[in-house]
């Protein structure tokens, strides 16, 4: 596609499900980012691949988060037994050459756990 | 922390005024960019400054960076209403320059 895709682009959910977000990158991107957005706050680093090389989870806030990225190009994150602190935007960003530096995001997912 | 840190959080001002947006950062950089987000969408590379560089010009914006001071401003000039929006910093370092922190964002409103 011409830009980078996430969906669903709004999700409600119950605590304690588990939720899938997916984020579709610009093809030919090799670098994937995930980001968190809390409601009017800044983004918070949660994960980053880079080609083959192995994911930098550094960001991931605890263990219930997880993230995949298949055939170097769809990214699933997913969130298990979700908690009302989850509740916000999570944004995807795609990244064709590092050298450039410039991050293109997705309009990101809403996360809203009751 | 290595995120920058974006000062006001916020600023108002008429349209046709120039907007002054800061960023301060910590560690040193690879480079530092700027974004912006308009309410409830994704964010919109707006430039990037690498830190060899001093100043840097794109369109109606100017940045600037200070490394010796750990800093860099966004100026808009001559706003529009149409430039309402959050505005953030994001620092790389040489160490992981793949790597994207972001500050919490200055809240521009540009009244017409």
């Known amino acids: 596609g011409a830009g980078v895709s996430q969906s669903p682009s709004n999700k409600v959910t119950e605590k304690g499900k588990d939720v899938e977000l997916r984020c579709d990158p610009i093809s030919g991107h090799t670098a994937l980012y995930w980001y968190r957005q809390s409601l009017g706050q800044g983004l918070e680093f949660l994960i980053y691949f880079q080609g083959n090389s192995a994911p930098d989870k550094s960001g991931l806030p605890s263990d219930r988060f997880s993230a995949e990225r298949t055939g170097g190009s769809v990214s699933t994150l997913t969130i298990q037994r979700t908690q009302q602190e989850d509740s916000a935007v999570y944004l995807c960003?795609?990244?064709?050459?590092?050298?450039?530096?410039?991050?293109?995001f997705g309009e990101g997912s809403r996360l809203t756990v009751l | 922390s290595q995120q920058g840190e974006e000062d006001p959080q916020a600023l108002s001002i008429q349209e046709g005024e120039n907007a002054t947006m800061n960023c301060s950062y910590k560690?040193?950089?690879?480079?530092l960019q700027w974004y912006r987000q308009n309410s409830g969408r994704g964010l919109v590379h707006l430039i990037l400054i690498r830190s060899n560089e001093r100043e840097k010009h794109s369109g109606r914006l100017r940045v600037t960076l200070d490394t010796s001071k750990k800093s860099s401003s966004l100026l808009i000039t001559a706003s529009r209403a149409a430039d309402t929006a959050s505005y953030f910093c994001a620092t790389a370092t040489f160490r992981n320059f793949n790597k994207f922190y972001f500050g919490s964002g200055t809240k521009l409103n540009v009244k017409p």
């Open positions: 560690t040193s950089i690879n480079n």
């Open positions: 960003a795609s990244i064709g050459r590092p050298n450039t530096g410039e991050l293109f």
